[in-house]
């Protein structure tokens, strides 16, 4: 039986898409490093997709846990032609307030319907969400600090957490 509300269930469903088209940008932008051998943005850019794909998962398990229906969403097609490594690293931290801001709602969607049962999931989200802006603002110091060159490539490593 569903005791998640179903106002709680779509918003989680829409967040899903959100978290996949998130994967899906930074898909793109990976390819968009590969093609220019830049091995290790591209590794960086990759394995941020596959914690987006991580995060979609972890809200699919939620609202299945508590007995809603998982609704797969159509992904849009996103933005794959860039002009220049900061014009992505600044879009990322752009996309991650963006996402911020809509696990916020969220959380304040929750807390208008009650739904207790759902706030240590979303509070999880919120400290994610800090890491994810603080991981793109790294970013956009480092590569300010190589003059937008090409040798930034060699300063990055992603460690996994
Ligand atoms: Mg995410």
Same mark, same amino acid.
Do not use: C
């Given at each position: 039986?569903?005791?998640?509300?179903?106002?709680?269930?779509?918003?989680f469903n829409?967040q899903i898409r959100?978290?996949?088209e998130?994967?899906?940008?930074?898909?793109?932008?990976?390819?968009? /490093?590969?093609e220019?051998?830049?091995?290790?943005?591209?590794?960086?850019f990759?394995?941020q997709?596959a914690?987006?794909?991580?995060?979609?998962?972890?809200l699919?398990s939620?609202?299945?846990?508590?007995?809603?229906?998982v609704?797969?969403?159509?992904?849009?097609e996103q933005?794959?032609?860039?002009?220049?490594?900061?014009?992505?690293?600044e879009?990322?931290?752009?996309?991650?307030?963006?996402?911020?801001?809509k696990?916020?709602?969220?959380?304040?969607?929750?807390q208008d319907?009650?739904?207790?049962?759902?706030?240590?999931?979303?509070?999880?989200?919120?400290?994610?969400?800090?890491?994810?802006?603080?991981?793109a603002?790294?970013?956009i110091?480092?590569?300010?600090?190589?003059?937008?060159?090409?040798? /930034?490539?060699?300063?990055?490593?992603?460690?996994?957490?």
């Amino acid at each position: 039986m569903a005791n998640i509300s179903e106002k709680l269930n779509e918003a989680f469903n829409i967040q899903i898409r959100e978290e996949l088209e998130s994967g899906y940008i930074y898909l793109g932008m990976a390819a968009w /490093f590969e093609e220019r051998s830049l091995g290790n943005l591209a590794t960086w850019f990759d394995k941020q997709a596959a914690e987006e794909f991580a995060h979609a998962m972890k809200l699919k398990s939620h609202i299945l846990e508590r007995g809603g229906s998982v609704h797969y969403q159509a992904l849009a097609e996103q933005k794959q032609d860039w002009n220049s490594i900061m014009e992505i690293v600044e879009a990322t931290l752009e996309h991650e307030q963006h996402i911020t801001k809509k696990i916020i709602e969220l959380y304040e969607l929750a807390q208008d319907l009650k739904e207790y049962s759902s706030y240590p999931l979303l509070l999880w989200f919120i400290e994610e969400q800090v890491e994810e802006e603080d991981n793109a603002s790294s970013l956009i110091d480092k590569l300010k600090g190589y003059k937008n060159d090409f040798n /930034f490539d060699h300063h990055i490593e992603r460690v996994e957490e």
